[in-house]
């Protein structure tokens, strides 16, 4: 989350932060280990103003998807519990793609795609290059009580599920770009997504 939050916050962009049932996010302790944690992780454990939007985030089906360039999924062990089983993610996602907004995510953010919808109602990611965790990773971290593995998931709604492998998947890294979907296969893609997000938004014709 918070390496992608403070490229869009530094580029200009006006940025809220939502989750499927609103109000406070968990935070993982273990994701702000000093062996994990990022600068902007240590940016954010200072920032009164994105601590806050954690505490009290948006409920997703209040959104507008009209009001937003781009919807970035955040991922985590803990969007395996909701991220795919929310149907008004489901809406909202199918919504913005409705409107050609630019969407993404990363690690296990992409479950979110799951409920979404295409034009001719096929799920949204049927047949388009996507990433995300790979089982592998999953395999070797011994994660067995998640109910959702996105490469598992997004390859039973027919995406094109791609990934890099190395001895431990946790320290690959790739990200894939389909259109208006931009997803990274763990948290090591979140800077590179961020970059290609912003990048698609800056190409699109001006709004009105």
């Not at 406070?24 to 994105?50: M, N």
Request: overall charge negative; proline content about 6%; some cysteine.
């Amino acid at each position: 989350m918070t390496v992608p939050y403070y490229a869009f916050l530094d580029a200009g962009m006006e940025v809220h932060v939502a989750s499927p049932a609103g109000g406070e996010i968990p935070v993982d302790p273990q994701s702000l280990k000093p062996v994990l944690r990022t600068e902007a992780d240590d940016r954010f454990l200072v920032d009164d103003d994105l601590r806050q939007k954690v505490t009290e985030s948006l409920a997703v089906g209040d959104l507008k998807m009209a009001d937003y360039d781009i919807v970035y999924l955040a991922g985590g062990w803990g969007a395996a519990y909701d991220f795919g089983f929310s149907p008004e993610l489901g809406t909202q996602i199918t919504e913005a793609n409705r409107l050609d907004r630019v969407i993404g995510g990363v690690c296990h953010g992409p479950l979110g795609l799951l409920l979404a919808t295409g034009p001719d109602g096929e799920p949204l990611v049927k047949g388009r290059r996507v990433t995300g965790v790979t089982d592998k990773q999953v395999q070797e971290l011994g994660i067995e009580s998640t109910p959702h593995h996105p490469e598992t998931e997004l390859r039973r709604v027919g995406a094109v599920f791609e990934s890099t492998t190395r001895f431990r998947d946790a320290f690959a890294n790739h990200w894939v770009v389909d259109g208006n979907l931009v997803t990274g296969q763990n948290q090591n893609a979140a800077p590179m997504v961020a970059r290609e997000m912003m990048q698609l938004v800056a190409k699109a014709p001006t709004r009105t």
